[in-house]
């Protein structure tokens, strides 16, 4: 196989830049970074008394799934803002979550995200999430605009009739 003058050319650029970028990669493996250089000088020269370095953060408490907003939901790993979204529905038409699996209903949450979420989101005793709502925000409206009863009429139901009451 013979090479012209201009392939040899680029073969030689090529290997020349391979062997640059070799060259640089092992220089900055050896060389401590700038930012390290001047805090090893300052500790060389006098030690100074610091506060001990904080412990590790106090862990936060978990989010509560009849609760959060979307904001705080999407704030979760794994929950982008539209499954937040999708979340935050699915409470809205169905009623206040009872446990934490029943997010696995959802489309978009299955075990896997379930098992991150671990720790992270909680439901609340009945009474405390269901029974009031956040701050700031209205009452909730009923899960199904069926069972809501009219003050002057009676509750409607949507149910089927029973095989006796065709």
Known sequence: MVLT????????????????????DLWRAAAP?????????????APAASPPPPG????EP?????????????ALPGVGPVLAG?????RRRYGPFRRVEDLLAERGVGPRLLARLA?????????????DPPQGLPAAPPACS??????????ISHQAPGPGNR
Do not use: F, K, S, Y
């Open 5 to 24: 003058a201009a392939e040899r050319r680029g073969g030689v650029i090529v290997v020349l830049l391979l062997a640059l970028g070799a060259a640089h």
């Open 33 to 45: 970074p700038a930012t390290e250089a001047p805090a090893r000088a300052a500790a060389d020269v």
């Open 56 to 59: 590790p953060p106090a862990p």
């Open 62 to 74: 978990p989010l509560d799934l009849n609760r959060a907003d979307a904001r705080a939901l999407d």
């Open 86 to 90: 999708r979340i935050v529905e699915q």
């Open 119 to 131: 720790g992270r989101v909680a439901v609340a005793p009945a009474g405390i999430a269901h029974g």
């Open 146 to 155: 069926l069972h809501a009863t009219a003050p002057d009429g009676p509750h």
